[in-house]
């Protein structure tokens, strides 16, 4: 099972999907939209939110815990 597919599923029961880049170790959220994986670091302007593919979060993603309250 990919790590997007893990996502899918995990948005059927979760608030919140936090997430690790593995590349740089920054942290997040994320959630699907589309075909696609919504990634929100935080900034209040969110000036370092971005979209990626589902390919590319399964590569350069993981999940580090799902919040279900």
Do not use: C, P, W
């Amino acid at each position: 099972m990919t790590e997007y597919d893990k996502l899918v599923q995990a948005e059927k029961y979760a608030h919140t999907i936090e997430i690790i880049e593995i590349s740089t170790g920054k942290t997040g959220v994320a959630n699907t939209k589309d075909e696609n994986v919504e990634l929100f670091y935080g900034a209040d302007d969110g000036s370092d939110d971005k979209i990626v593919t589902a390919e590319e979060f399964s590569r350069d993603f993981q999940i580090t815990d799902i919040i279900t309250r």
